[in-house]
């Protein structure tokens, strides 16, 4: 870890831009698929993927911004003081990660029996919420960048850890109550095997990631890993938001064509629990 803070910086920015602005264009295409496919969908589910195209290409462009004011401006000159352009990627990465957990907390409300899960997870997800605003907020008067780093670390460890541990409860909690709605019969139970693996691949990329930041920066400090990871995170919840959408189609498409002794799995054998998975009401 023998960077110069020039490297770890500027370098983490530079690569941060280039992974956001890769995840930027694959939720652009996502997001373009995604209103062709499901018009129908409800318009709180349409305009909250809007929503989230719009903070992504805010993201990509105030981190471009960051980059050329380094890299063109001042080039030469370790940045010293934040400007608010240097403090929104906590902030985008919060309102992504918060808007999509409460759409996937509104789906496992819909999918489980017990209201204790999702009101854990609401009050997790709040927490993080609140975190994020506090870093943001204190990166806005206390300007100076590295000074900033004592006093942020219990905040932003305390936000990835709630982060990471709302997506890993949301995960298993679907997978454990997509378990109890299995039927024994082998044509549906595949199917209920497919939605937990969709929910398990959902929360895990961001967890590794949210994790990889938090590590990091406890024991290194504003560091080129915890940059690059942090920066298309954002992003990568959009991403996973927008898969799970259109996974409909791929399972709607399964369960058409699935057999089993030449008998086609359809919709409505499957378990009513499970069966909600496919609407967005």
């Not at 919060?94 to 789906?107: A, D, E, G, L, N």
């Not at 850890?161 to 995960?171: K, L, N, Q, R």
Request: glycine fraction near 6%; charged fraction near 10%; charge should be positive.
């Amino acid at each position: 870890m023998g960077m110069s803070k020039f490297e770890n910086l500027y370098g983490g920015f530079l690569v941060g831009l280039v992974l956001s602005a890769i995840v930027f264009g694959v939720v652009t295409v996502q997001a373009w698929l995604y209103y062709c496919t499901y018009p129908k969908d409800s318009p709180v589910a349409r305009s909250s993927v809007g929503f989230l195209w719009l903070v992504q290409a805010f993201q990509v462009v105030t981190v471009a911004y960051v980059v050329y004011d380094a890299g063109i401006m001042k080039f030469g000159y370790l940045l010293e003081d934040t400007k608010w352009y240097h403090t929104m990627y906590p902030l985008v990465t919060t309102i992504s990660s918060v808007t999509v957990q409460f759409y996937f907390i509104h789906r496992l409300r819909k999918l489980g029996q017990s209201e204790w899960v999702p009101l854990l997870l609401t009050i997790m997800t709040l927490a993080q919420l609140a975190m994020g605003l506090v870093i943001c907020i204190h990166m806005n008067i206390n300007h100076g960048i590295y000074n900033l780093i004592p006093i942020l670390k219990p905040f932003l460890i305390a936000w990835l850890t709630i982060e990471a541990g709302s997506d890993v409860i949301i995960a298993f909690s679907m997978c454990y109550f997509l378990r109890k709605s299995c039927t024994g019969f082998r044509s549906t139970d595949s199917m209920i095997r497919v939605l937990m693996i969709y929910a398990i691949n959902t929360g895990m990329l961001t967890t590794v990631m949210a994790m990889a930041v938090m590590f990091t920066y406890t024991f290194y400090g504003l560091h080129f890993v915890n940059l690059i990871f942090l920066l298309p995170l954002g992003g990568v919840y959009t991403a996973s938001l927008l898969s799970n959408l259109h996974s409909r189609s791929t399972l709607q498409r399964r369960l058409r064509t699935v057999e089993e002794h030449g008998t086609s799995i359809h919709l409505s054998r499957l378990p009513p629990k499970v069966r909600v998975y496919f609407t967005l009401d």
